[in-house]
């Protein structure tokens, strides 16, 4: 299958090419390269080639004889959309809409769209199905339901989306990012062996390793098409469902000499846990490999291995938010968020 990929430079996306090409796939990547001063460890054997091109620039002729599309090319995360929610509708909302209708248009017959469990927001019931009511909090949140909104409806005989509600990510990848929860715990404790949380760490939250999501995402492509046509897939397993602090005291205890502490803010309202079901129950061949103490252990033997200092962890390239900043600062991009030239 000829599958072109959008984010190929991103945390996910260098982690998908490589084991879509290891099973005999043609891969054509995609991005604008906002990450790809990011890199923080050789981790992949082949790379796919990939187009340097903004996902609102893409043209009919990228999509020459793509029998599918793995959309995750957007700006994430949360405070990414709120630096410029207008760009990040722009993109996340209207840039992905696009590529779905240019992709039905040349005749791509599936569509993997990376959506989120962010758009459960605040869930007040128990474990959230697909079913659930969204309740998205921010930007970023309410672009994936848009997106999953205005795709739906392209559903036909000749196109079929499938929607993937990730949990929250974490894992590593050459392409690290160190400004989701797992990973940013781990650096944490491996840098400053202190893990001092300024929340109470009530709040729920499902995880899901990186590379069980790109698992999902090949289970996806290759399924019959029955199962997945337009369907909204949970990606996760429901035994991943953490509150923040397990999440932290998990990491503190495979971090030697890591000290942990908790304060009472409970700003961030967030909180939600998901059922994963559906997944496990009806995408063939999908079972998460992965969970928190075994992320948290792959961390742990990599920063040891790279030695990953202080500086490492801190720089702008492992943090969506930072390098963007950076970006704008040096007037690298422009206000709509593409490159200047010089």
Known sequence: MKVLVTGTEGYLGSLLPPLLIERGHEVIGVDTGFYKVGWLYNGTEVTAKTLNKDIRHIAPEDLQGVEAVVHMAELSNDPTGQLAPNITYEINHLGSVRLANLSKTMGVRRFVYMSSCSVYGVATEGDVTE?????????????????????????????????????????????????IVLNNLAGL???????????????????????????????????????????????????????????????????????LSFGDNGADNRSYRVSFEKINTLLPGFK???????????????????????????????????????????????????????
């Not at 009511?133 to 409806?153: F, G, M």
């Open 131 to 179: 079913e659930s009511p969204i309740n998205p909090q921010t930007a970023y949140a309410e672009c994936k339901t848009l997106v999953e909104r205005d795709v739906t409806p392209l559903a036909d005989d000749d196109f079929s989306p499938t929607f993937m509600r990730n949990a929250t990510a974490f894992g590593a990848s050459p392409r690290m990012r160190f400004d």
């Open 189 to 259: 404790a491996w840098t400053s062996k202190e893990i001092k949380m300024t929340s109470d760490g009530t709040p729920w939250r499902p995880l899901v390793h990186a590379l069980d999501i790109c698992k999902a995402i090949i289970c996806a492509l290759e399924a019959p098409r029955d199962i997945v046509h337009n369907q909204i897939f949970n990606v996760g397993d429901t035994a991943n469902n953490y509150r923040v602090k397990e999440i932290a005291e998990i990491i503190a205890d495979i971090f030697p000499g890591c000290k």
């Open 288 to 342: 998460c490999d992965w969970n928190a103490e075994r992320g948290a252990r792959q961390l742990f033997n990599l920063f040891s291995q790279i030695d990953m200092t202080e500086d490492t962890f801190f720089f702008r390239g492992f943090t969506r938010l930072k390098q963007l900043e950076y970006l704008i600062r040096t007037e690298q991009i422009d206000q709509g968020f593409f490159w200047t030239k010089k």
